[in-house]
């Protein structure tokens, strides 16, 4: 019976998010009141659960738990949309555009580029959507009809989610599971390697589809099979992508996997593939090249800054020994690494990029409100869940229920395994 009662929290936030439509501010608000009724009426939290700790100091701590959590996932939200802010206000996106739209008069090659490797990279350089926001438009812009466009960059990005927007869906996993950085993204690295170029198929297929139902991008396509050209996509984002993972960590795999496959991937079509569009010539000469340098500056400096922070001893030990950590009575503890921290990197990028780009201050404070605006409804959301969270694992809700589920499916636990993280996201 505690069982059922433990699952109430998740309940109530699927009922209201899925049949009533509620937004996840609402619903993670409302889904931590039911956990803290129930942690409290059921479990006897705050009542000798934690032990010799009250309710108002056990309340206190899960939340300021939640708290810390929201604070450093919002502090790579945060700057990472300043960049997809900055590019947008510059005009840097533009460019980018503009530079792969001429590498080919094959419709469907740009449609693989842009949906796979561009797509990719943006998840790893800002996540949280940007990749449908830039890469799905783009794609319309080419020719691609909407419903295809918008498919093509959902299914295009989603092997690089695991980690996310540099890092940021790890950290979490980190404080849960105790694991080091490195060792969870090893395995991480190599599980979706073992798998994406499935993906990759899936979206030449899909870019074929879509080009074939468009007279004026099939009169464009090429003859030949997109097989090999996925299989090649596949293989040139996913060995950086394993390299980064398996060596640096979680920080870089996916934007370092899009970047330098991308980047092989239109050497190896310019030299073999079918010519650049007409009307549409190959953007070449110093200026064409500093301004796509600029363009792309807020990406590369944050390539650089993670890259060294990552593997120059010296400094990543520096960085890390500035730590904000906090203790409460009760077990409830949490820290945070400032510097060392990917929000950071993020941050340093953004306005080395914004200098670069000779954005001005009143450019770049623009950026700054937007952005600041567009976060309220993400930290409540945040908050909301990370609370709900902290509240059933130190009530024994968590345990509960991991010990009901695994007693009901034995050994079939891993088969069900999945259907847990399908439910966490």
Do not use: K
């Not at 093509?152 to 950290?171: D, K, R």
Request: with cysteine; charged share 10%; glycine share 12%.
């Amino acid at each position: 019976m505690e069982s059922l009662f433990a699952g109430l929290p998740i309940v109530a936030v699927l009922v209201l998010m899925i049949p009533l439509r509620w937004p996840a501010t609402r619903a993670g608000l409302a889904g931590l009141a039911v956990a803290l009724i129930v942690a409290v009426a059921i479990f006897g939290y705050g009542a000798g659960v934690p032990e010799g700790v009250g309710l108002p100091a056990a309340v206190a701590g899960a939340l300021a738990e939640a708290l810390t959590t929201a604070v450093s996932v919002l502090w790579i939200i945060f700057p990472a949309l300043c960049i997809y802010h900055l590019q947008e206000a510059t005009g840097a996106i533009h460019t980018l555009r503009r530079t792969i739209d001429r590498v080919s008069s094959d419709p469907r090659l740009v449609g693989l580029l842009v949906a796979w490797f561009f797509s990719l990279f943006l998840e790893g350089a800002a996540g949280f959507g940007t990749p449908i926001a830039l890469a799905a438009p783009f794609l319309l812009s080419i020719g691609f009809p909407p419903v295809e466009a918008v498919t093509l960059a959902l299914i295009g990005h989603a092997v690089g989610v695991t980690f996310g927007a540099v890092g940021a869906p790890v950290i979490p996993l980190i404080e849960a599971g105790g694991d080091a950085a490195l060792a969870l993204s090893q395995r991480i690295g190599l599980q979706n390697s073992l798998l994406a170029w499935v993906m990759a198929l899936i979206v030449a297929a899909l870019v074929t589809r879509a080009v074939r139902a468009v007279p004026r991008l099939c009169d464009r396509a090429g003859a030949g099979s997109m097989i090999p050209w996925a299989v090649l996509a596949a293989v040139l984002f996913l060995v950086p992508y394993y390299a980064v993972a398996r060596w640096v960590g979680p920080e870089l795999p996916s934007m370092i996997g899009g970047l330098v496959g991308g980047v092989v991937f239109v050497v190896v079509v310019r030299r073999w593939g079918p010519a650049a569009a007409p009307g549409r010539p190959p953007a070449v000469g110093v200026g064409a090249a500093h301004r796509l340098e600029r363009a792309a500056a807020p990406y590369i400096l944050l390539v650089a800054l993670v890259v060294v922070t990552r593997l120059v001893p010296a400094v990543r030990l520096g960085l890390q020994a500035v730590t904000w950590r906090w203790t409460m009575p009760g077990g409830f503890a949490s820290s945070i690494q400032v510097l060392y921290h990917p929000g950071t990197m993020l941050m340093v990028a953004f306005l080395l990029g914004a200098l670069l780009q000779r954005a001005g201050g009143r450019r770049v404070g623009a950026v700054l409100r937007v952005t600041i605006r567009q976060l309220a409804p993400i930290t409540l959301a945040l908050v909301g869940m990370l609370g709900l969270s902290r509240v059933m694992v130190h009530a024994g809700m968590t345990a509960t229920l991991a010990l009901a589920a695994a007693g009901a499916v034995g050994g079939l636990w891993p088969l069900v395994a999945p259907l847990v993280g399908v439910l966490g996201t």
